[in-house]
């Protein structure tokens, strides 16, 4: 662990005596400053903005810390920003280290920790909000903003923008490995802020990279590589299934000697692989291969993360996503295609995506060169082959045989050598502006102190709207267009009766000002959240279905999961083609009528009017989608197990975002439901939710708790450094939250009731080989025509427990038509089991008369 920088903000700064220390300091870690970051570090002493975009290795992260470093020496407050909450809170942890934990916090939107600390890490939605609200008055002094070319990101670029547009005291470092041309950028900063800015680009990587194309199939480029000694290898691909399915294609090759895979077999003995996707990357890490994708969960990520820190994994099969700052050493970079799918289209990678992920290979301090290597693509490859074939057998005197070549797949966009030199030799493409207007960016403006003045004033409404609308980096039809959005958002705050304008006429007296106190959290945090607190208003405590329409409510707030959702989807136009066959509908019908089957949307109709009520008042929530679904209610109604709902929906490759989603779900619960709202059943709900989530993959919850309550997880805090642990932190025991097992075992009866009351023999007896319950079932449905599978069939009120030591002994009460309550299953939780997996192990003992 780093030794912390030791500073004195009450003493003058000496910026020579700063230097001094700094250095020394640095040489303290082992490491020496490269001529870039000398400079760049003189840059910011100096006082001046800073450009920083060198090649990746070369040490920004450094210049962002000495940043920090110098206003904590000034006695100033410092910003980081970065892109995505991960590489946030990755920051977070390394600036405490490094500073301690009294001088550094971080804001996210869902958590905040020490949020007064002169270092600050967070979102850069959460400075640019700041910025809206505060403006120039901020008490923001210096600002890293990492990532900086998701300035061009059309739908969240303005982030980036606004602080440049409205913090003119506050002093910037601007950092990217790929950043272009930025000209236009650093003379309009300096223009506003009156501050010089200085730019340090293109500094000789410390680890050079060679550049090859190949006509050879990938497993034979990558065994060619591997001969040469030029692991580890990340392959790129551009959809989480090709790499994938590129793993499973490797693991026949040898790729990890006897030792590596025994070596590999003693670092993960201990660690907990599910079924599914987690029993694939077992099998392919222990033959030395790394998966790697954003769908994965986050204990696998960490996992293949450590062991290639370890130099353990020869191979690493991966997506793009490998250009945002992944903690993961590379010597070679094998791309297997130079196009993409961006969502609208194919076509060839920028010069930005290209040099972001190529600028990953090549270790400091490990190699003496990063290579780079491009496939040709896979039809030419093989008519290459086919070709040369031929005309070695004609040169040999045999009968010249003419070649049939594969065509290429439809829809594809070539590429080739030519294609590849010229990536190489591109620069980034120039940033171009992305500037949005929104009805919350408006009313963050408006709200802004000091404000509310005639407009003719300095700092009134009127004037800091329009210099957020016409002195931006837009041009100036795209300025009027923004002009037009701000005056349509206006005249619907207005008539909503959000803000109100007193005077008027064209002489400049007229001021306007919000009538609504905003929190402080505006538009950051769920910003639908206001929306759920009143729609929860709408549904009956005493109902039966009150805590699941609760979870409706909340669903319907968050982000879309758009693979389950596809998913749920495809289930039920499944089940609705086939009911719709047995009733004899015709095909052109049926394809009309599927047209209206979707994913499940519980409330849809309640909530989109209530929606429309609370719009009519509260218009800025239009900025953001009400979307009404299901996943942890149908989690929940289905009793399913997380492994259970991820192989019924077939998202083995997207296991990981199904664990965000419900923890999301899970952190939003607890953050947004009152607690006078919290029945009993909801309160049981709630912690199944996260007890789930915590035996899954306990690192999502343990490090939103570690950061809410400020105190770092040691194991998270130093995940990205060679010698942290493989094995993550073990959850919890399933035993120890009572109330989340409790509905676990609930949960493992309840779906016993309904296979039951659907009389699924075979799905039964796979469950529980023991129990004979096509004999059971034809006694009950002997003396009863049905099992009720209510909300009352479903309370607890039905279930009785014996509790044990060892086992507990349970009795599911069966809801018949009678009401007689005279039939029930037997069965037994297997304590020690169930703490061993992490779900609750219930052992079905038979159907019978009580």
């Not at 599910?274 to 994965?296: P, Y």
């Not at 407009?455 to 329009?466: I, K, L, T, Y």
């Not at 919290?678 to 690192?699: F, N």
Request: proline share 5%.
């Amino acid at each position: 662990m780093p030794s912390e920088l030791q500073f004195h903000p009450g003493e003058a700064f000496d910026p020579d005596a700063f230097l001094g220390d700094f250095d020394g300091w640095v040489r303290e870690q082992g490491i020496r400053l490269y001529p870039a970051q000398e400079e760049a570090v003189l840059e910011l002493v100096l006082g001046r903005h800073l450009v920083l975009s060198t090649p990746t290795g070369t040490g920004k992260s450094l210049v962002a810390l000495a940043a920090h470093a110098i206003a904590l020496a000034q006695g100033k407050r410092s910003w980081y920003t970065a892109p995505i909450k991960a590489l946030v809170s990755e920051k977070f942890f390394q600036l405490v280290e490094t500073f301690g934990a009294a001088n550094v916090g971080m804001v996210t939107g869902d958590s905040s920790v020490n949020p007064d600390a002169p270092i600050i890490c967070c979102t850069a939605e959460i400075l640019a909000n700041l910025a809206l609200r505060q403006g120039a008055d901020a008490a923001v002094d210096v600002v890293c903003m990492d990532e900086f070319h998701y300035y061009a990101d059309p739908d969240r670029g303005w982030a980036w923008q606004v602080p440049l547009l409205l913090l003119v005291r506050t002093q910037f470092l601007l950092m990217s490995a790929t950043l272009g041309d930025v000209t236009e950028l650093t003379a309009d900063l300096e223009r506003r802020t009156g501050r010089e800015v200085a730019q340090v680009m293109g500094a000789e990587r410390p680890v050079p990279l060679d550049y090859r194309y190949v006509m050879t199939p990938v497993h034979e480029t990558v065994e060619q590589l591997l001969a040469d000694g030029l692991a580890p290898i990340y392959i790129v691909h551009f959809s989480q299934a090709a790499a994938v399915e590129r793993a499973q294609a490797l693991s026949s090759a040898k790729v990890a000697s006897r030792e590596q895979r025994d070596a590999i077999a003693e670092e993960i003995g201990g660690f907990r692989f599910s079924a599914g996707f987690g029993a694939t990357l077992s099998r392919l890490i222990r033959a030395g291969i790394g998966v790697h994708h954003a769908g994965m969960l986050p204990k696998y990520r960490r996992l293949v993360e450590q062991l290639a820190q370890r130099g353990l994994l020869r191979v690493i099969c991966g997506t793009d996503t490998l250009g945002v700052g992944i903690n993961v050493p590379i010597r070679t970079v094998l791309f297997t295609g130079l196009t993409k799918f961006d969502g609208t289209k194919m076509r060839q990678l920028t010069a930005r995506e290209f040099h972001q992920i190529a600028g990953r290979a090549g270790r400091a301090g490990y190699d003496t060169a990063g290579e780079v290597v491009a496939e040709a693509p896979e039809h030419e490859i093989e008519n290459a082959r086919s070709t040369a074939k031929a005309e070695a057998t004609a040169a040999a005197g045999g009968k010249k045989k003419s070649v049939t070549k594969k065509r290429a797949p439809d829809g594809f966009v070539s590429w080739g050598p030519l294609s590849f030199e010229r990536m190489i030799a591109a620069a980034p493409e120039t940033l171009s502006s992305s500037m949005q207007l929104t009805a919350a960016m408006l009313i963050n403006v408006i709200g802004r102190p000091g404000s509310d003045v005639p407009a003719r004033e300095p700092g009134s409404a009127f004037e800091n709207v329009r210099s957020l609308v016409f002195d931006n980096h837009e041009a100036l039809p795209r300025q009027r267009a923004l002009a037009r959005r701000a005056i349509g958002i206006y005249r619907t705050l207005r008539a909503a009766g959000v803000v109100e304008q007193r005077g008027g006429g064209f002489d400049g007296s007229a001021s306007i000002r919000l009538t609504v106190q905003l929190q402080p959290n505006f538009a950051l945090n769920q910003p639908l959240s206001p929306f759920a607190l009143a729609a929860f208003e709408l549904l009956d405590p005493a109902a039966s279905g009150y805590a699941l329409d609760m979870i409706s409510v909340l669903e319907a707030t968050l982000d879309d999961p758009r693979p389950i959702l596809s998913q749920q989807q495809f289930k039920a136009r499944g089940e609705a083609v086939a009911a719709m066959k047995q009733e004899g509908i015709e095909y052109e019908q049926r394809m009309e009528l599927l047209e209206e089957v979707t994913w499940p949307k519980p409330l849809d109709e309640l909530l989109e009017h209530a929606f429309e009520t609370f719009a009519s008042s509260q218009p800025w929530v239009r900025d953001f989608a009400l979307s009404s679904k299901s996943v942890v209610r149908d989690l929940y109604e289905r009793a399913m197990t997380f492994g259970e709902f991820v192989a019924f929906y077939q998202l083995g490759r997207s296991e990981g975002l199904v664990l965000r989603y419900l923890s999301d779900a899970f952190r939003a619960a607890r953050q947004t439901i009152p607690d006078d709202a919290k029945t009993e059943e909801l309160r049981d709900l709630i912690e199944w939710l996260g007890e789930l989530v915590r035996q899954v993959d306990s690192s999502l919850l343990d490090e939103w708790e570690a950061l809410t309550s400020g105190v770092p997880h040691p194991e998270l805090s130093i995940s990205g450094r060679p010698d942290a642990p493989v094995l993550p932190p073990a959850p919890p025991s399933v035993l120890t939250n009572r109330r989340a097992f409790l509905v676990l075992v609930r949960n493992e009866l309840w779906r016993r009731v309904q296979l039951a009351a659907l009389q699924r023999d075979d799905e039964l007896e796979a469950l529980d080989p023991d129990a004979d319950w096509p004999t059971a079932l034809d006694a009950y449905f002997a003396e009863h025509d049905e099992i009720g599978t209510g909300p009352d069939a479903r309370s607890s009120a039905r279930i009785l427990i014996e509790e044990g030591a060892e086992r507990w002994t349970v009795r599911q009460i069966i809801e018949d038509p009678a009401g007689d309550h005279d039939w029930g299953i037997r069965a037994e939780v297997d304590l020690a089991a169930s703490a061993e997996q992490g779900i609750a192990v219930v052992r079905v003992l038979g159907l019978d008369r009580l």
